[in-house]
Every structure is written in C-alpha cells, then in structure tokens.
C-alpha cells in the first residue's frame, strides 16, 4: 500500500470539497441577497455554484441551515469606523454600510421567525450594532446618566437601525445623500442638548 499516495488522494478530496462548499456558500449568499427563504430553491443554489442538489444537502442539510450559514458568515463588527461625536462622519459610514448590506439584512429579519437557525446570527448583529452605536456615540452618552442616558442610547438605536434606512432609501424613494442628510439631520437633533 502506498501511504504518501493515498494521503495525498485524501488531502486533495479534502480540498475539493471545502472548494466545493465555499462554492455553495458564496452561490447561496448572492442569491440570499436578492430574495427572502421562500424565494429561492437548491436547485438554483447548486446550478449556480457549479454542482448538484445532492451536494449541496449533504454539505448543509437544508436550505435553511444554508441560509444561517450564510448569515453567519457574514457577520463583522458595527458599521464601518467613524470618529466617535463626528455626526457627519457617522452617518456616512452608516449610510454606505447600508448601501452594501441593507436589503441582505431586511431579507434576512423577513426570514427571522420562520428559521430558528438564523437568531444567533442576527443576535450578534444586533449586539455588534449597540456596541458600535455606545462607541460613536460615546462623547453625548458619556455625559448622560440614568434615564436620560437610556432614552438617548434607545433613539439613537432607532434612528441608526436598518429600518430607519430602509423607510428612507426603500419606502420613501430618497436618493443616498438624501437618506444621507435626513439622518444626519435626525442624529444632530438628538445630540444637540447633550453636546451643548
């Protein structure tokens, strides 16, 4: 028997099949972002990555465990750098964060309570998304405390989340800079009283 060409055999499957699954899951998370779960089927996951059904199941086990494997893979802290109390800077990155993630997450809350696999993922958006809120805005809660502080880090919360952006880009038709100015507008507002 020969070890080194068997071990190489091995090691080269080995390969393929991470290849193979790296293909799936970049195939699954494209299409994720142009529709919700029940928009898209295996079969246009495995077509599109190159390969069948079959493996893709034995890869993921179902489309919904394909679908939180995506989420969670494309997790990353907050929402780009920004200064800490550069209200403009903040809603820029806050704005092309948006631009490249904000249908893929609107999508992904759609799916939320029909597939249990994708609340750790979003759990973590959620935290990574307070933590980067409690960081930029640091300078105004800092000087804040108790309720008011809460109430404060609450409407930033608000006004920072993707359905804030969603309501202005999506449901009201803004262009980018105008979503842009309004919740600039929207954060200076808040921040006013407390960087006076």
């Not at 202005?168 to 009283?193: C, F, I, N, P």
Request: proline share 3%; with cysteine; net charge positive.
């Amino acid at each position: 028997m020969n070890i080194g060409k068997r071990s190489y055999t091995m090691k080269t499957r080995a390969a393929k099949a991470s290849a193979t699954k790296a293909r799936i899951l970049a195939a699954a998370t494209e299409l994720f972002v142009e529709r919700t779960l029940d928009g898209l089927t295996l079969e246009e996951v495995a077509q599109r990555a190159g390969t069948t059904v079959r493996t893709v199941l034995r890869d993921f086990a179902s489309k919904e465990a394909l679908l939180a494997a995506t989420a969670a893979a494309a997790q990353r802290p907050g929402h780009g750098a920004a200064s800490p109390g550069d209200i403009a800077a903040t809603a820029k990155a806050l704005c092309a964060d948006y631009e490249q993630i904000g249908d893929t997450i609107i999508h992904r809350l759609a799916d939320e309570h029909r597939v249990p696999a994708l609340k750790p993922a979003l759990e973590a958006g959620r935290s990574a998304h307070r933590q980067w809120v409690d960081s930029v805005f640091a300078p105004f809660l800092d000087r804040l405390s108790g309720v008011e502080r809460a109430q404060l880090r609450a409407a930033l919360l608000v006004v920072t989340d993707v359905y804030s952006w969603k309501l202005l880009r999506r449901d009201l038709g803004l262009g980018r800079s105008a979503t842009e100015a309004v919740l600039r507008q929207m954060l200076v507002a808040l921040t006013k009283k407390e960087g006076s």
